[in-house]
C-alpha cells in the first residue's frame, strides 16, 4: 500500500510540470491531428461462433436482465470498424433508463431508419455504454489501433453494448487506454468524459484557455459526471462548487471542489445566493433545479446554464418521432428566447458524443496524474443484475464497474488501493498548490 500512495503522491506532482498541462491544449479540439498513425490492419474477422453477454428481450425491470451465452459474436463488417474483448465495462443511469425503453423509439430509428415501415424487433438487445479492453480485429482502413493493442471507448446508445465478451465499434469512437490505470478503473470514465466534454464544451464554451478563474456550479457533484467535471475544471483552472448530500462532501473536497453546499440543508438555496454569481451551471439533477438556479447565474455576461436531463426522448418515446421532436424543439426555444431576452443568459440541454479524440487527450490527463477514475463498487460478470440494483438505489458516489475478464489478484489489489486512495491523493494536490 505504501509504494501505491507513493506512486499517487508521484503522479500528482505531474499537475505542477508545465509540460504535463500543455498536453490539455487541444482537448476542445476533437481532430484525429493528434492521434498517431499506425500501419493497416487488413485481417478478416478470425472469430467465429457465439459468445456471452447479458441481453434484455423485453423493456422493463432488472428481471429482464438474461445472461446467455449463445449470441452471436459480432464481426468487422466495415473497413473503419473494430472488434474489442470487452475486460471491464460500468454502468450509468441511461442504461438503467435504456432497460426500461427509454428512448426506445428514436434509438430504434437509429439503428434502422426503415423500422418505421415494419415491426422488427430491436431484441435481443445489450446494454452498457462504457468499455475498456483490447483490439481483437479491425477492418482495412483503420489505423489509429492495431490488434492488442488496449483501448477504451463510449458505445453509442444505437448500438449494442458493452456487456458482453465482444464489441465493434468504429475507429472514430476509440482510444488508446491510459497506461496507468487498470481495465477496470479505466471503464469508469469514458462515458462520463465524453458527456463532460460535450456538455461544458460544446454548450458551456469552456476550455483549457478559457476556464481560468471561470466560477462553475455543478448540480449532483458526487456521481460519474459530477466527479469527472469537477477534476477536469480544476485542471483547467476554474473555481468549482459543488451541491451533493453532506456524506459526499469529502469524496467532492478531495476531488478539488472549492466549495460544497449539502442539498438537504433548509438553507441551502440562501447559500448558493449568498455567493458571487456564476458562469457556468452543470445541470445534473433537473427537475425544479432551472427554476431556482437560473437566478444564480451572471446576468448579462454571457453566462452559460447546461442541463444534462432533457426532455427529447421521453416526448419521442409518448408522443411518436416527428411529434416528440417538434415538442421537445418548442419547449427549447422557448426557454432560450425566455432566459435571453430576461436577464441575458443563455440556457442550453448537454447530450454526451462518444468522441475518440477526446478522450486521446483525456488518456494524456489522466496519466499526467491530473485525472483520476473514482470506482464505488465493482462486480464480476456473473452478478450484473446486483451491478444494476447497486446503481438503482440511487447516492451514487462515482461510477458502478463490471468485470468482464477478472485480472490477477495483484493487479486487482493495486486498484483498490489506487481506488482507496483518490482522496488523498487529492489532498496531496491541495497541499502543493498552498505551498
Known sequence: ????????????????????????????????????????????????????????DQYGTNGSLKYTEELPVPTVSSPSEVMIRVHAASLNPLDISMRGGYGAKILKFRRDPLSVMH???????????????????????????????EVWATVPPWKQ??????????????????????????????????????????AGGLCRDSSSNKRVLITGGSGGVGTFSIQLLKAWGAHVTVTCSQNAEGLVRGLGADEVVDYTARDSLKQLEMMEKFDVIL??????????????????????????????????????????????????????????????????????????????????LVDAGMILPVVEAQFPFTQVPQAFQKLE??????????????EDDQQAEEQNGRSETAGSEHEVQETAKTN
Open 1 to 56: 500500500m505504501g509504494s501505491v500512495r507513493a506512486m499517487a503522491s508521484t503522479r500528482l506532482l505531474c499537475l505542477f510540470n508545465a509540460k504535463a498541462a500543455d498536453s490539455t491544449n487541444t482537448l476542445a479540439r476533437a481532430y484525429w491531428s493528434v492521434c498517431p498513425r499506425r500501419h493497416i490492419c487488413s485481417s478478416p474477422s478470425r472469430l467465429h461462433g457465439c459468445m456471452s453477454a447479458w441481453v434484455i
Open 119 to 149: 415491426d422488427d424487433s430491436e431484441f435481443p438487445l445489450i446494454l452498457g455504454r462504457d468499455v475498456s479492453g483490447v483490439v481483437e480485429d479491425c477492418g482495412s482502413e483503420v489505423t489509429h489501433v492495431v490488434p492488442g493493442d
Open 161 to 202: 453494448g458493452s456487456l458482453a465478451e465482444f464489441v465493434t465499434l468504429t475507429e472514430y469512437e476509440v482510444s488508446h487506454k491510459p497506461k496507468l490505470l487498470s481495465h477496470t478503473e479505466a471503464a469508469s470514465i469514458p462515458y462520463v468524459a465524453n458527456t463532460a466534454l460535450s456538455a461544458l464544451v460544446n
Open 283 to 364: 445541470d445534473n439533477v433537473g427537475g425544479e433545479t432551472e427554476q431556482w438556479a437560473m437566478g444564480l447565474l451572471k446576468p448579462w455576461s454571457g453566462a452559460k446554464y447546461v442541463t444534462l436531463v432533457t426532455p427529447l426522448l421521453l416526448n419521442t418515446d409518448s408522443l411518436g418521432l416527428m411529434g416528440g421532436i417538434l415538442q421537445a424543439g418548442c419547449s427549447l426555444h422557448s426557454k432560450v428566447i425566455q432566459n435571453v431576452m430576461s436577464s441575458g443568459v443563455f440556457y442550453r440541454w448537454g447530450f454526451y458524443a462518444p468522441d475518440g479524440p477526446a478522450l486521446d487527450e483525456v488518456s494524456k
Open 393 to 406: 438505489n440511487g447516492h451514487a458516489r462515482g461510477k458502478t464497474v463490471v468485470r468482464v475478464v477478472e
